[in-house]
């Protein structure tokens, strides 16, 4: 992602890179999807079983995906690009990291206490309070992402068409 001493062409992403980037948007829209509205929900054996795995799925293939992005990939801003916009994007792919991290783990731990019992109070409510934070979180470093790539796109200077398969630059 952001090593300078690439192994791969400065021009491209991989396509596993692609893949995990293009099919943690699909994933991570499902998971929106099904979200929990309210705790009670948990009552609800089966949906608190899935709800967990799946997390626990997330967790694992961000995890993956982090480790492969950055030992072998790296990022196609232009060696000319300003400090602070390096500085700004790797601030903002991190953070994409820690969001959805975060959102995971505190949904696994939310779903563990509940099926322990701990299903009111004040442990519980700090955890979904962490959850429903980092879910935020998320959704405006996911704005200030797709903005940045658009922006790139106008600059044409090869950052959008390294990752995104839809009009192309010439
Ligand atoms: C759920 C939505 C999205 C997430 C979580 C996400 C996350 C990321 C992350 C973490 C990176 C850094 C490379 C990596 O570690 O994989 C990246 C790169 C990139 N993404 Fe996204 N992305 C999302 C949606 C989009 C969309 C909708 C677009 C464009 C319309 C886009 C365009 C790009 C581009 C152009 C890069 C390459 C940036 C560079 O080379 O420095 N992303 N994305
Ligand atoms: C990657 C997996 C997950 C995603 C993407 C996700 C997503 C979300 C979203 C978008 C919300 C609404 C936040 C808001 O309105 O501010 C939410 C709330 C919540 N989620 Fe998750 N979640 C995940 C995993 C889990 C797990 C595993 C559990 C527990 C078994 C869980 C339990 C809850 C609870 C209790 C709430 C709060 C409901 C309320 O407002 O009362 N989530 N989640």
Redesign the pocket.
């Known amino acids: ?2 090593q300078s001493n690439s192994v791969n062409k400065p021009s491209g ?1 991989s396509f596993i ?1 692609k893949t ?3 099919g ?2 699909a994933i ?2 499902y998971g929106i999807y099904k979200q929990v509205d309210t705790i009670e929900q948990l009552e609800d054996a089966a949906l608190l079983r899935f709800e967990v795995i799946f997390a626990a799925v997330f967790l694992t293939l961000l995890l993956l ?2 480790f492969y ?2 030992r072998t ?5 232009p060696e000319s690009t300003a400090w602070w916009q390096k500085l700004a ?1 790797k601030v ?3 953070g ?2 820690v969001s ?1 991290g975060s959102i995971a783990a505190s949904g696994i731990l939310i779903g563990v206490l509940y099926s322990l019992g701990v299903k009111a109070g004040f442990v519980i409510e700090a955890i979904v309070g962490l959850h429903e934070i980092s879910v935020t979180l ?1 959704y405006y ?2 704005a200030l ?2 903005l940045a ?2 922006y ?1 796109r106008f600059l044409k200077d090869g ?6 398969p839809v009009w192309k630059e010439d």
């Open positions: 992602m952001e992403y890179a995990l980037h293009w943690f948007v991570f829209a995906r982090f992005m950055t990939q790296s990022s196609s801003l994007a903002v792919h991190y994409i990291y959805f998320s470093l996911i992402h797709v790539a658009i790139h950052v959008w068409s390294a990752m995104v």
